[in-house]
């Protein structure tokens, strides 16, 4: 059974839509380009890195992976039972804070070991000036607990198109001249949960963070520019 409560047929085929429609979206408004998605794994569970540039980011990694996935969502999200139950429909699950913090942690273990590819952001809150911050220690303790593929994810653009600062989006419309909002993601070869786990923890993340800004550096030339 799905988040939603439904079946899992019907949820499959209520994430394919929605996917279709953002798909849609982002290329029209924001120029949305992609690649590597082929190194997604088509099966089992995997944990998804990636660099936390706006709002946009979990449909950005939805739309480049191309399978379907789990995401975290603060509970403050929730308070619109309109939305909330579109969270739920889309595989999104509460937690108290925004990050790989406790709740969160209890979480992506559990859907982990369910077989579930489960989106993270190991930054821990979006960032402020378009730059990526240090790595929280969660994703060290997650692969612990659960030795999983890890995989990288960059995306470039998000921040220039709605950084946490603003109120609304900048658009970058794929019919007009190209502007400097477009975004772009790129996902990267799995990092082998084995290799990693005998690494000492800071070198652990320091390959980690390597791993998703060597991506987000190939979405940063992906995406279209002036």
């Not at 992976?65 to 595989?91: C, E």
């Not at 077989?115 to 790595?135: A, S």
């Not at 001249?177 to 084995?194: K, S, W």
């Amino acid at each position: 059974m799905a988040a939603s409560g439904w079946p899992d047929w019907l949820s499959h085929l209520w994430y394919r839509a929605h996917y279709a429609a953002i798909f849609a979206g982002m290329t029209t408004a924001l120029s949305f380009r992609f690649a590597g998605g082929r190194h997604m794994p088509s099966r089992g569970p995997a944990l998804l890195v990636a660099n936390h540039q706006s709002f946009f980011d979990p449909p950005l990694v939805g739309l480049a992976v191309g399978r379907t996935i789990h995401y975290l969502a603060r509970k403050t999200l929730y308070a619109s039972r309109p939305f909330a139950w579109f969270l739920n429909s889309v595989n999104a699950h509460p937690i108290d804070q925004e990050g790989v913090a406790t709740e969160g942690l209890r979480a992506i273990i559990e859907l982990l070991k369910q077989g579930n590819p489960v989106l993270v952001f190991p930054e821990g809150e979006r960032t402020w000036t378009g730059q990526m911050q240090p790595l929280k220690a969660g994703v060290h303790f997650l692969l612990k607990r659960v030795p999983v593929p890890i995989v990288p994810v960059g995306i470039a653009g998000a921040f220039e198109a709605y950084p946490r600062t603003s109120k609304a989006p900048k658009l970058s419309p794929l019919f007009l001249p190209p502007t400097n909002h477009a975004i772009a993601a790129v996902v990267g070869e799995p990092l082998d949960p084995e290799r990693l786990l005998k690494l000492p923890r800071n070198e652990f993340l320091q390959t980690v963070f390597d791993a998703i800004q060597t991506v987000q550096i190939k979405a940063e030339r992906l995406r279209r520019k002036p």
